[in-house]
């Protein structure tokens, strides 16, 4: 065996590779140092696969790295072998060589057969690029749907507060109106018993007086029993009407304003003489369209307030004057009553308020309620100015459009 | 001690302040009903209007005449029946004069401050003239 061997690497029987160029210098010289060359750069290239390795230890399959390493220096060793081989004929070596590169050469084949696969699977650059920039949007997008949804977290906590108040806007306008109902109910009553009392006293007075005969009495019972149960119907209608006002649909009549209040003025002629007033209506040529019964509610309301609310002893001073205005045509009822604070000006309007005490007069507190409703119904403008214990004066503006005359 | 009918003479001389003709035909029904049947000697005024009603009572005051009895409605324009009474009240006849408040307004509230501005006493305006014939006796003292 050994025999054999040595028998296999002996090198005295074979010629060397130069003996083959004919010892041509310039030959031998290119073959010498294109090998030389070779196998240097064979090992410089696995070297620089080494260190690139040992660099990167998140490295994958680093395994084919080892072999392909291992496979260029086998074949920088093939050119090692051949340099030598130009003077040495070590062909038995030669041969080994080649057979262990060849070894290692398969078995890089195989191994790059098996890693093609896993390596088409890794991301190229392009595609980590691709990748990136979808996480980007990504990020992006998730960052705006976060801020949507702080932007819908703000909208519904700002709802839910506006809807918070809503609902104590609406409890408190409940309360108002419960108020304002219970008063209602007091007013209403108190004054509706007025005329019902006096019905019944005045049905017992009839009864009394025909047992007597006496037509006198019999006759005046009965024109006071009309009476009261006119004042009783009318209270009740009044009511209704404050009441029905909000869905009141005032009409558009062409009407002459000025008889309109004179017609008003014609109910108070006997308080006025008793009270040793006066009431001056300088409204001309005052034609305009306009609900009738929503006019005579403001007229009639106010200058009743005139009349009741004068300082004891004073005689009611009531005018009644026009002027035009810019897109407007104002009437102004002005009185020497005993006025109110200014502060109440807001207030006034207002259903049931009341601002003298029953010491003043008496009053529902409905009256001026019913003219703001009337002057809203029919477009119109109402105003209040007042110096307590002067007087006060009511600006009604009508639209110039309304106007006709 | 003086006998009770000359005492009653002595007290009946009453002013009635009431701006409601209705119930002043009525109370004029019901005394003159009340002057058919009893010993009453009735010494009476009605005066319509609060305002009238201060200037009776200051007259009173100085001829030395003021009524034993006012019966006073509240609900009146102008100077009203509170107002009434609070000038009674200033005068400082209350002692000397009894003020009772007739009304329609039967409300707590009302009651109170009548009550309250030194009325005898409050009471509701009757239904009928039996029922103010009855009112009128009672306040009276008659019978």
New interface residues.
Partial sequence: MSGYLENFFEAQSFLAHGYCMTWRGDLIALHAVSDALIFVSYVLIPLAMLYFVLQRPDLAHKGIFGLFAAFILACGTTHLISLITLWEPIYGLEGLVKAITAAISMATVVATGLAIPKALRLPSPAMLREANLQLVDEVESHSRTNRDLIRLQDQLREHMRARAREMEAKASELERANESLRRFA?IAS?DL??PL??I???A??LE?AQEKGDTEDAE?AVQ?LRT?STRARTMVSDLLRFSKMSQYEPARIPIDIGAAIREVAELFEHTLAA?DGTLEIDVDDLKAEADPLLVRQIFQNIIGNAI?Y?P??RGPRIRVTTRREHNHRLIMISDNGIGFAPEFKSKIFEPFTRLHG??V??GSGIGLAIVARAVQGMGWRIDVDTVPDKGTTFTLAIPQGDILV | MLPKSREAMYQNRVMVVDDDEDDIYLMKKALARLQESARVNLDLTFVLSGSDALGEIDRGLQDNTLPDKIFLDLNMPGVNGLDVLHHCMVQEILDKVDVVVITTASDPDTRRAALASGARSVCVKPNSLQEMSELISRLLDVN
Avoid: I, P
């Fill in positions: 007091h108190h018993q007025e009392r006096k019944s006293v005045y017992d007075l009394e005046r006071r009261m009270s009741k004068v004891k002893g029953r010491d007069a008496d």
